[in-house]
């Protein structure tokens, strides 16, 4: 080789596999002069192809040196190991990278199985069409493989063998060794081109994927105000503050909106299974998310206004809590849409002021509805009285006679005794410094009046 002209560092890469190495053509002698590719007239190191920067042969019937374009046109990297303890089965594992022709011998082995599957099993019509993108298959030894890996020194004695496999060889190689004749599969062009729709389809639901992430990530960081106010006012990461977070978006009439709001543990990411559902955002009308988005994150903001108010925590689940959202809840969503300032008024006005229960002065005793006054202190609407009638149902009274410990009758409504109960429960004392106890009484009995089905006047949500 020295007085042929070959370089030394070819000389030293052909030397310890002289056994498979062919001067088949004029080209490939070039090639070895050249230092360069021996199927074509490129350098072995193409700009595409600076991850292999250098040619190393791992282990195959025939050592071609190619450069990367040609390698990944004809030539597949497996990985061979015994699959059971006869060792008459192999388990092939073609390797990840999807290359024209590591694809074209998935399909391949992929067609093959789904064949010998066919021919083998009582009801040919059930066996499922092949996988084509299947990367690990088992194959029966061929004479060809047997005589290949006598050469290898028994390489899977110890482990996997690696080996790289041509599907088409130059003229003057021995036809025994590509790789169809060693797998016992029959190159087909048809399976060529299915291999290549193939491919083409896995890489556009890809290219799909990546564009509905960034979608979806760019919505996320449009709505990065309204999220951390939300986050503000939950348990994000916990599934408590994902009940929490569905909690305001249903109080916000805005319950499509909620799979913005959840957050992944430790802060991080959604996982992937929550994504499908994250991606239905994308496909709503984007002016009717953002106004929702925007009455979610108005819920939340009121709501961190009166937990600073009284000092209490804005995360853990409270009766003030739900005094609050079972007050917002009466809202219409064009209320919700004036911003937190303007709810955070009213919200803050009809939390102070005073109630009255009483039944209306019409009503017969079964009529099941109640009258609420409230006294109004403070702007915009100081010293005025406002009057609801609210309806209340059998569930409802019983559920209040068990929250607040008095004694059911039969007639299943609310006796004189239950109202002044739940009078003096509505009106106790919450200013910043009274007692913690008293405060969560009130609440917790504001929350079930606040709830009861009712007609707010539109002057207070004008
Ligand atoms: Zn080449």
Redesign the pocket.
Known sequence: MEEVGIPVDRRMALVPFADRTWFHDNRSLLGHLAG?????P?PLVGAAARARRYHQFIDGPVMLI??A???AKGCVDLEVSYADATGQVLKVRVEHEETVANNYARALLGKQGAHLKRMRSKRAARVLPAKLGKRVHRVDVTDALSLCYWNSNHRMSHGSWYLELWHTLPEGLPRCTTFGALMGVRNSDKVRKEARDHAALLRARRRDAAQKRVALSKLMSAFMGERDAVCAVVRAGAFEGWVQAIELCSAARAFEARWLFRWGGHGGLAPIEWRDNQQKLLQMDRAALGAAVRRVATVARVLYRGFRRYSSYSKEGSPERSAMLSLMRNFSPAFLERGPAVVDQIVELVRCAAIELTYPANSCNNSQTLLVTYTLAGEPFDGRRMEIVSYFSDHIVQRICKKFGFLPVGDETLTQVMLRGLRACVNRPFAAGTDKHDRAIRNKARAEIFGLPAVWPTWLLA
Do not use: I, N
């Open positions: 360069g590719c021996e199927l074509c490129g190619a450069c374009a040609c390698k």
